[in-house]
């Protein structure tokens, strides 16, 4: 249930829960900015920095928000990147997200893509991106102490924005704030509206100078500080390193992890070289026609359910602001027939609530943030971002070290190119150069073939379950249809298998029988064709994402593993790692992070 507002008739948003309005009722962004932008020294302190990290306590309604992307975007010298990481116990509607912007129409346009993306706002960590990633909002649902714990960053500036230290002490408590500085470094700066002294106080033994300062009336002070504490800071474990400078980084395999690890990259400053041994991009698994992107649900919302809403969101914002709906993707919407006839959700979940798959019927679950996709348009367009190029026809069999950083070699022995890092992504084809991780191929067979536009008995929206089967894809042969797959452990045979399309046409009778009779002309008459691909899986079943041999050869990383859900993970794992590489704020809470890390899997042997 999203928070209820109560709007006052002059306009001003007031919280029941909290017996305080959420702004003042003039002047709210010129607030915002004289109390946060301007206690931290923004926009003057981030000229021509890479990127600038921003952790804020109650986002609201996300005015400081829009008013910080806003002074971002009209700087001529805005950091490449900007991270505004904020936390909320209790996120309002989205209704009332856009009632609150009507207020400001000069931020009308901001305020309308943070709408647009107000979607499942299930407690957990909730990556929003913006600007083609460049501006990244990070909004995590929870109390604020257990949202600050699960997350480790060195932040540039802190804003303070709970509601009054009376009516909400949570937020202001001397806990609180020590677990805010465990987010500054020395320089950071610290703003907030109030003064109270408790406040002032509590930061004050944590490391801040404050004073107050001039405020923006009807307040008459606000209070500024910077963390300059008069002691060592004594850290758990050493903070995550800040690359300031990117390189020139290697990246094996061009499908849609390393497509989407190469525009990760590319978009932080790197300069990216993507090889791969075939001729072309998307040759591996990633040459399947059309595939699906729906979410794992599970009645208890296991660990994968969670990391497949992260990652399906991370997709979704990729295909949005890349790829032509209609074309390359579409967001249908998947039906998923449960063959167990179980269609619980968590408790709580509704059509009503915030989260976006539910039960439709007796026998399905209805997922609304999914469709499907042609996974080969998003590598190519992750592929054509700029800093990026693909060298085809080059296999790499080995990386040493060299002088200068790491040197790729190809079958002859030969050089094939030296970089500063090195990330594998290829695939079951990539095992070879990953002997330490444990790769398991696991082959795939689908049917596909094309009808007439329109063809009456096929669905429109995917059907997920015991197999499942995509239609209606537009194409210039008419309308694209595909149905499968078949799962073959430990087999890499790309050979088409009779046995394996009698397998996949069964298990389409089972799931839509109306399908199945109007397909059976196509395997008739054999315009119906046979693809095969094979699978890279780990032993757990998620993705990898890390170093390969920390010891041995640092500097060397993988993003691989994606098993059959290389649509829902490929572009999470890419901004991963990038987050991992850059001292980032993670897209995901620490413990959903560690379950797609190598180390999980390396550190226990
Ligand atoms: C039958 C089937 C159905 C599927 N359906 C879906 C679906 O509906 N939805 C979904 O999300 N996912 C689906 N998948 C899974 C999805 O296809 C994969 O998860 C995804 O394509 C993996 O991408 P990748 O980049 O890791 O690997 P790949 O696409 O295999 O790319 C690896 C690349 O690395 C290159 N390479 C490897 N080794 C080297 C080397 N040494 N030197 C140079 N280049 C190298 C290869 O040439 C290749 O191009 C399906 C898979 C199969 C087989
Ligand atoms: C004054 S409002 C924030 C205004 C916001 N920064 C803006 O720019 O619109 C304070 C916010 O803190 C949230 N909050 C209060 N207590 C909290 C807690 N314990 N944990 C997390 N968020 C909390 C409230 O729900 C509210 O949205």
């Not at 032509?324 to 709580?348: I, K, Q, S």
């Not at 079958?411 to 030296?418: H, S, V």
Request: with cysteine.
């Amino acid at each position: 249930m999203a928070e209820p507002v109560h709007w006052r008739a002059d306009g001003v948003p007031r919280s029941a829960r909290f017996d305080d309005i959420y702004h003042t009722e003039t002047g709210a962004l010129a607030q915002s900015r004289h109390v946060f932008l301007g206690g931290c020294g923004l926009p003057a302190a981030w000229a021509d920095r890479p990127q600038w990290l921003i952790l804020e306590t109650g986002f609201g309604f996300g005015l400081n928000f829009l008013t910080t992307w806003q002074a971002w975007r009209a700087d001529e010298h805005r950091p490449r990147l900007l991270h505004f990481v904020s936390i909320e116990a209790y996120p309002v509607a989205r209704e009332d997200l856009v009632r609150a912007a009507v207020a400001h129409p000069e931020l009308a346009e901001l305020a309308a893509a943070l709408a647009a993306q107000w979607h499942g706002l299930l407690p957990g960590f909730h990556r929003l991106s913006f600007d083609d990633g460049r501006v990244l909002l990070t909004l995590c649902i929870g109390d604020v102490q257990p949202m600050l714990r699960a997350q480790r960053f060195e932040a540039d500036s802190l804003f303070l924005d709970g509601f009054s230290p009376q009516s909400n002490p949570a937020m202001w408590s001397p806990e609180t704030l020590k677990a805010v500085s465990r987010f500054a470094r020395p320089g950071t700066r610290i703003a907030t509206w109030t003064i109270a002294r408790a406040v002032r106080d509590a930061l004050a033994q944590n490391g801040f100078q404050v004073e107050k300062h001039k405020g923006f009336p009807p307040k008459r002070d606000c209070l500024r500080g910077v963390f300059a504490p008069a002691w060592t800071v004594r850290r758990r474990g050493p903070l995550p390193v800040r690359i300031d400078t990117p390189g020139h980084c290697a990246v094996v395999g061009a499908g849609l992890a390393g497509a989407a690890v190469a525009a990760s990259l590319a978009r932080r400053g790197w300069r990216v070289t993507v090889l791969d041994a075939a001729d072309h991009a998307a040759a591996g698994a990633s040459a399947l026609p059309v595939g699906l992107l729906a979410p794992h649900v599970s009645p208890d919302d296991a660990l994968l359910s969670r990391l497949t809403r992260a990652g399906i969101r991370a997709t979704w914002q990729a295909l949005e602001s890349l790829l032509e709906e209609g074309r390359d993707w579409a967001a249908t919407g998947v039906r998923e027939l449960r063959t167990d006839g179980d269609v619980r959700v968590p408790p709580g979940w509704s059509p009503e609530g915030p989260n976006e798959s539910f039960p439709a019927d007796g026998a399905a679950l209805w997922h609304a943030r999914a469709g499907w996709v042609r996974p080969g348009a998003l590598v190519q367009a992750w592929l054509r971002q700029p800093g990026i190029s693909v060298r085809y026809g080059a296999r790499v069999t080995a990386f040493v070290r060299a002088d200068a950083g790491l040197r790729l070699i190809d079958p002859a022995g030969a050089t094939l190119l030296e970089a500063d890092r090195i990330v594998l992504a290829g695939g079951i084809d990539g095992a070879a150069l990953a002997p330490a991780l444990p790769l398991q191929p696991v082959r795939g067979q689908v049917e596909w073939g094309h009808a007439a536009r329109g063809a009456a008995r096929l669905p429109a929206i995917p059907l997920n379950g015991d197999g499942h089967l995509i239609a209606q894809v537009p194409d210039a042969d008419g309308a694209l249809w595909l149905t499968g797959a078949t799962f073959d452990r430990d087999s890499r045979d790309l050979a088409p298998r009779a046995a394996d399309t009698a397998a996949n046409r069964a298990r389409l009778a089972r799931l839509h029988p109306a399908a199945a009779d109007a397909l059976a002309s196509a395997f008739a008459d054999g315009s119906a064709q046979s693809w095969v691909g094979v699978r890279c899986a780990s032993a757990d079943r998620r993705p990898l994402v890390g170093p390969l041999e920390e010891a041995a050869m640092p500097g060397v990383w993988v993003s691989t593993a994606m098993g059959s859900r290389g649509l829902t993970f490929a572009a999470l794992c890419a901004e991963l790692l990038a987050a991992h590489w850059h001292g980032e704020p993670l897209p995901l809470p620490a413990p959903l992070a560690h379950a797609l890390d190598t180390r999980r899997l390396t550190r226990r042997r």
